[in-house]
């Protein structure tokens, strides 16, 4: 029991050591880009790379984005160099694609920037921290074209049937009353909605509501 505990802690010690490495040549790395050595830079972050893979490390979010905001202030050579670099720490960091597809549609290359920008997207999916508010944007974006699609064919319904609809009120209403007032009737009836306080979404409702009977077997299929 006694050697499987000492193993135990053997192996804790060398983790904590492991990492404690890790963090020492990252602030190597923070110490070179302060002075303005990109060289020593790139060369220690090598290293850091080379210690992430012994400890298994995938992935090194921070230490991507900290690349990437100094390349976001250096812009040139030696930012797009550290990009690549924080690209290799974690391949999922969206703020990388972006801040080439940036740079690129300042030099004018439009269609290599749209091919960064929807890496950069997708990245986005796939990064954590992004994806829930990705997915909620998606399925926002979603419910609104299909409220828009709704409402494009209830617009389309009533401007086609409209015509039909007010001649037959028209027809009742000098039926119901005096010729002279079956325009005033046809017309209350129509806006009735809006005599009754209401805005205009209830209005275009009552309306295609109302217009219902004029319409065909496959149109009423696809309006339930």
């Known amino acids: 029991m006694r ?43 090598q290293i850091l790379q080379d210690q992430a893979t012994e400890l298994e490390v995938q992935r090194m979010p921070a230490f991507a984005a900290a690349l990437v905001a100094w390349a976001e202030a250096h812009p040139g050579a030696e930012g797009e ?14 703020s990388s694609y972006f801040l080439e597809a940036r740079w690129l549609r300042a030099r004018g290359s439009q269609t290599a920037a749209l091919k960064k920008q929807l890496a950069g997207w997708i990245a986005m999916v796939r990064y954590e921290p992004t994806r829930p508010a990705v997915l909620a944007w998606v399925a926002l974006a979603a419910v609104f074209a299909l409220g828009l699609a709704l409402a494009s064919l209830m617009l389309a319904t009533l401007l086609r049937h409209l015509r039909a609809l007010l001649h037959d009120v028209r027809s009742l209403g000098g039926v119901l009353f005096r010729p002279a007032n079956a325009w005033v009737f046809a017309v209350v009836v129509l806006l009735l909605p809006v005599f009754g306080g209401l805005g205009p979404v209830w209005l275009g409702a009552y309306l295609f509501a109302a217009s219902w009977i004029y319409l065909s077997v496959r149109l009423r299929v696809w309006a339930v």
């Open 3 to 45: 050697r499987i505990l000492l193993a135990v802690i053997a192996v804790l010690a060398c983790a904590a050591g492991a990492e404690a490495n890790l963090m020492d040549t990252w602030q190597e790395v923070q110490e070179h880009l302060a002075a303005g050595d990109i060289g020593a830079a790139e060369q220690t972050l």
């Open 81 to 94: 160099a550290l990009v690549r670099v924080a690209r290799q720490l974690d391949p999922q960091y969206p």
